[in-house]
Nanobody
Framework: QAQLVESGGGLVQAGGSLRLSCAAS????????MGWFRQAPGKEREFVAA????????NYADSVKGRFTIARDNAKNTVYLQMNSLKPEDTAVYYC??????????????????WGKGTLVTVSS
């Protein structure tokens, strides 16, 4: 059974950094686009970043551009989200996702093939 498992969340002070990991298992995700989403309390889930299957195309939400970096290691079936200069407004549950199409992650996340269960990131002021 295909599964995505996030890790690396936690409590950090504003201005600090965290690196999230998403380990995929149950199938090979090497040819899937991968992405990160987040959902803050009382808000809708929102797109954060996505990366094409070969790493050649990366997209970011405007709110995280220049601070977050998405990367993947297909040999390890893992995708990462390096988060720097964190702000209190980055506080949310962060979800990993995988889909056969990068565009689906960016524009139509309701149709995404696979989701992880999330990891909580809390940024204190």
């Amino acid at each position: 059974q295909a599964q995505l498992v996030e890790s690396g969340g936690g409590l950090v002070q504003a201005g600090g950094s965290l690196r999230l990991s998403c380990a995929a298992s149950g199938r090979t995700f090497s040819f899937y686009a991968m992405g990160w989403f987040r959902q803050a309390p009382g808000k809708e889930r929102e797109f954060v970043a996505a990366i094409s299957w070969d790493g050649g195309n990366r997209n970011y939400a405007d709110s995280v551009k220049g601070r977050f970096t998405i990367a993947r290691d297909n040999a390890k079936n893992t995708v990462y989200l390096q988060m720097n200069s964190l702000k209190p407004e980055d506080t949310a549950v962060y979800y990993c996702a995988a889909d056969g199409k990068l565009a689906t992650l960016i524009k139509n996340y309701g149709a995404v093939d696979y989701w992880g269960k999330g990891t909580l990131v809390t940024v204190s002021s």
